[in-house]
């Protein structure tokens, strides 16, 4: 925030005040300005602030905490929050992750060192939101930590939609492929695959050169009008404990060619 002095008399001498938001930041830190006038000869001037901000807490490792991969090899994050200086207590946490983490805080030394356990709850998906941690400092009295996840199911289907058929004139019917791997190092093996066979046809073959399989998937293009649309669902279930079936949606188009 700049407040300034708009006209300066000649010979005379203006002022500008510069208020810096240091609000999460510490150590070393540098700011500029830059000031537009019309003088002539020096109509644009640059100011350089510098400073060493000295934190209130030490936060280890940051205040960010990230899951990513599979829900159940996804390891709980720590946070260290150390005083600086002066104890410090910390009264609640909130959230506005609702079900999806799980927190748990140890204080290992009253009013110095505290332990923030987070753990993700997520089976599968993607989610982002902030935990805030209310303390007594008067400079302080909250502290945020951002919390993203991006939660991969152990077993990994690829893509989840498909376009296949006649696409385009002077084009030959289109097939697609659905690559399925898994996210853990256990093998898995298909149990059931379940789809409309008037629509499609589906044939499984192993990867040649990873852990996994393909599912390369063709039009029954003789059930598809000329000039329709059709639109389809693909079932992959697993023998993997406790995965759900995953489901592909096929897209099938018949274009006449003109």
């Known amino acids: 925030m700049a407040h300034f002095d708009r006209a300066i008399p000649p010979g005379g001498e203006g002022k500008i005040t510069l208020r810096v938001d240091l609000t999460d930041y510490q150590g070393k ?7 537009l006038s019309n003088d002539p000869e020096n109509s644009r001037v640059v100011i350089s602030l510098n400073g060493i ?26 946070v260290e929050l150390k005083a600086a200086d002066r104890p410090f207590h910390i009264s609640k946490i909130e959230s506005n992750l609702e079900e999806k983490v799980q927190m748990r805080l140890d204080t290992v030394k009253d009013g110095y060192h505290y332990r923030l356990r987070v753990a993700n709850r997520v089976r599968q998906g993607t989610y982002s939101g902030i935990l805030t941690l209310h303390t ?27 376009l296949i058929g006649k696409v385009a004139e002077q084009q030959p019917v289109r097939s ?20 409309d066979d008037t629509l499609i046809a589906v044939n ?3 990867l040649p ?15 598809i009008q000329t000039g329709a ?30």
């Open 29 to 35: 830190v540098s700011k500029t300005a830059t000031v």
């Open 229 to 258: 649309r059709q639109q389809t669902v693909l079932g992959v279930e697993t023998d993997v404990p406790g995965e759900e079936m995953q489901e592909v949606q096929v897209y099938i188009m018949n274009n006449p060619a003109k």
């Open 53 to 78: 901000v000295d934190p209130l807490l030490h936060i280890r490792p940051g205040n960010s905490i990230s899951f990513r991969g599979a829900a159940e090899t996804v390891a709980e994050s720590i």
């Open 176 to 195: 697609g492929k659905v690559i399925i791997t898994s996210n853990s190092d256990k093998p898995f093996k298909i149990r059931k695959l379940s789809y």
């Open 136 to 162: 007594d400092m008067e400079k302080k009295p909250q502290i945020a930590l951002r919390v993203s996840a991006h939660i991969e199911s152990l077993i990994s289907v690829r893509p989840m939609s498909v």
């Open 204 to 206: 499984q073959e192993a």
């Open 209 to 223: 050169n990873e852990d996994g399989l393909s599912l390369d998937i063709t039009p029954r293009m003789e059930a």
